[in-house]
């Protein structure tokens, strides 16, 4: 199973930032779209952001403008940058890789965000 490497996340106070990181072997990542899922207790998982491989990117309404999403073709490495952060915004996030949104191949192992107000 290919794993997807995720790091970044943890706690922090609303206003803030915190960025993610998700690494994957060069033949995911030179194809693949890639992005995060977040799934907060009790809700469904939804998406938050997602990139291709030609850099298009679209983001969950509830994050546009705080939220940016790039990619790192030399380290095949994908990155959430995410700024204004509410607590709105805790949740698992997971990082994913796939033809599309809804076409996943692999996911991440998860990591926590937590906003606190």
């Known amino acids: 199973q290919v794993q997807l490497v995720e790091s970044g996340g943890g706690l922090v106070q609303t206003g803030g930032s915190l960025r993610l990181s998700c690494a994957a072997p060069r033949s995911i990542f030179s194809i693949y779209t890639m992005g995060w899922y977040r799934q907060a207790p009790g809700k469904q998982r939804e998406l938050v952001a997602a990139?291709?491989?030609?850099?298009?990117?679209n983001y969950a309404d509830s994050v546009k403008g705080r939220f940016t999403i790039s990619r790192d073709n030399a380290k095949n490495t994908v990155y959430l940058q995410m700024n204004s952060l509410k607590p709105e915004d805790t949740a698992v996030y997971y990082c994913f890789a796939g033809a599309t949104v809804n076409m996943i191949r692999n996911w991440g192992q998860g990591t926590q965000v937590t906003v606190s107000s």
């Open positions: 990139i291709n491989s030609a850099r298009s990117t």
